[in-house]
C-alpha cells in the first residue's frame, strides 16, 4: 500500500479493521510480535486505491476514522453481461424418448420377466395367485354384494356380473401398486448404469398384463359356463381395455416418480385404489349408483370418473351385447391421453435427478 509499510503476509490484502480504542488489529497474528497502529491506518489514498482497485465493491466507512468495512453487493440478472439460462435446464424431447424408450424393448421384456420370476420365487402356487386373488374377491362380493346388500345385478347371476368388471380392475389395480416402488426397489441399477428409466414403470404395467392374461382366461370360461356365447360387441373390448391402458400407465408413472421424493406414498396408494374402486360401479350396477345421486350430478357422473363408462362398457359388451356409451368413453380416453402426456413429460424432466434422490 502506498504511504505506510506492509506487515508479513499483508501483501495483496485489504487494510486491516481496527477496533475504535484499541491498538491491535482485528485478525492479527498472536506470535508476540505487535506492530505499530500506523502500519494499520487507513490513509485517505489508501482508499482512493482500493476503490480504483475493487470498482464494483462499496467501501463502507464508519465514524471512526480509521475503521473501514468492504462489502460486494449481490449481482442481478441486469448486471450480467450474458442472458441467464432457463431456470430449469433439462429440457424434454418426448419423441426422442419414446424412440429411445422402443429401442430397449429387450430391457423392457427382461425386467418384465424378472418381475414375475421373483414376485412368485419360492411362492407355494406360484402364479396361481394371479387366478385365485380375483376369485377370491369375486366370492367375497357375491356373499357381501349379491346376498347380504343385494345390490342387483342387472339380471344376470352375480358372480359373472362381478367378473367381468373384477378382471380388468384387477389389472389397473396391480399396474399401480407394482409401479408404486419400481424406481426405488431398482435403485442399485439407477446408480450404476445408464438405462432409459421410463422401462421401469412399464415393466410393471406388462407384469400387470401377465396376471390379466391368467384371470382373463378363467373369465372365457366363466362366460361360456354361464351361456354366453360371443358376439359382435365383444370386438369392442380392445378398445376399452386400451383405454384403461392409458390410465393404468399414466398412473403408474405418477406414483413411481412421487414415491422417490415422498416414501410414504407407498402406503396410502392402496387405500386410494379401494377408495377409488368402491366410488367406481364394479360391485354394484351402474344404474344404483346413478339412482343414489341427485339428478343434478346423475348425468356428470360418466364423465367425472373415468372409470365409469370403461367398468359399465365391459358389462355391456360381453353380457348384455349392447354398445359402450361413446361419449362418456371418447372423453376418458381424452383423459387417459392428456394424463399419460403429462405425467410422461414431467417424469422424463425429473428423470436425471432419480439417482441423486434415492
Known sequence: MRGGREGPG??????????????KALGSSSSGTNW???DYEIREGDMEDVKSEFPQSQVLEGQEPVAGVFRVPYLTDADL?????PRDPRRVHVWRSLRELFGAYELLL???ERD????????FLGALWAILQPLFIMLIFSVVFGRIARVGSEGVPYPIFSYVALVPWGFFANAVNY???NITS???MIRK???PRDVLPLSATLSAFADFLASGAILVVMLFAYGFTPRLTWLAYPLLFGILVLLAVAAAYAVSMVTVYFRDTRYGIPTVIQVLMYATPVAYPLVRAQGALSPGVRGAYLYLNPFVPIMDGFRRILIHGQWPQWGPLGSAAAVGLVCLYLTYRRYKRLDPTFADVI
Open 10 to 23: 499483508s501483501v495483496g490484502r485489504l487494510p486491516r479493521v481496527l477496533e475504535p480504542g484499541s491498538s
Open 36 to 38: 505499530r497502529e500506523s
Open 81 to 85: 453481461d450474458v442472458t441467464p439460462p
Open 110 to 112: 427382461t425386467l418384465t
Open 116 to 123: 414375475l420370476r421373483v414376485r412368485y420365487k419360492q411362492a
Open 179 to 181: 409401479g408404486t416402488g
Open 186 to 188: 431398482n435403485a442399485w
Open 193 to 195: 448404469v445408464y438405462l
